[in-house]
């Protein structure tokens, strides 16, 4: 199965500085990376994903780089806002069949320091 | 349009008994996934289903744990003979096969007493 490993754990950063989580895993296969913010008490949001042709997708103040090379792929945050204090989750699929299964990473809580 | 739907939204139950949880998805989405996420931890697979192929069960922790899908779109997770490990958040999400992006019901707090 596949192992995905998120770095780092936690990260506070000052409010206007630039985040970035990192996402590793180990079946080559994969090739649907998403990634999911996760406030507290409130259900997994679907926020940015990339797809195993493109290298990197950009929204607004998010963007995820991916290597498949290496087999990983990054979140990067610019100009981080209080509201982007949450619990951010990677989540590497292969799509066999039509269907995606994804394996959850164990989530990096982020703080912003206003 | 309406987003995931799960009811009830928490649960408290006393051990021994079951209980089953229900999940309505999106309108049109043929996937339907269910995950448990422990206080404080990831999200764990459970189980899901494709349209009318056989689900992968692959993620249930013991026989305690069934669920079906009728109709194609309704889907009920039952835990029979609850244990207070059982205790968790119990996450609904569906999709469209062709996007893979997995849009998340509010969740279900079941409480094991």
């Known amino acids: 199965g596949e192992n995905v490993e998120q770095h780092p754990s936690t990260l506070s950063v000052q409010e206007g500085d630039s985040a970035v989580i990192k996402c590793t895993y180990s079946?080559?296969?994969?090739?649907?990376f998403p990634w999911y913010k996760q406030e507290l008490g409130k259900r997994p949001q679907l926020i940015i994903d990339?797809?195993?042709?493109?290298g990197e997708k950009k929204d607004q103040r998010i963007a995820v780089t991916l290597n498949k090379t290496a087999k990983h792929f990054s979140l990067h945050i610019t100009e981080t806002q209080p509201e982007d204090s949450a619990v951010y989750f990677c989540?590497?699929?292969?799509?066999?069949?039509?269907?995606?299964?994804?394996?959850f990473g164990k989530g990096t809580k982020l703080s912003v320091i206003p | 349009g309406a987003g995931v739907s799960q009811s009830p939204s928490n649960k408290v139950t006393e051990k021994g008994k079951d209980v089953e949880l229900r999940c309505d998805p999106i309108s049109g989405h043929t996937a339907l996934y269910w995950y448990r996420q422990s206080l404080g931890q990831g999200l764990e697979f459970l189980i899901y289903?494709?349209?009318?192929?056989?689900?992968?069960k692959s993620g249930l922790p013991s026989d305690r744990f069934s669920a079906e899908r009728t109709g194609g779109s309704v889907s009920t997770l039952t835990i029979q003979r609850t244990q207070q490990e059982d205790s968790a958040v119990y996450l609904c999400a569906s999709s469209l096969v062709s996007s893979g992006g997995q849009y998340f019901g509010p969740g279900t707090r079941l409480t094991v007493t």
């Open positions: 079946d080559s296969a994969s090739n649907y």
């Open positions: 289903f494709q349209g009318n192929s056989a689900p992968d």
């Open positions: 989540a590497p699929a292969y799509s066999g069949a039509g269907s995606y299964q994804l394996t």
């Open positions: 990339i797809r195993s042709n493109v």
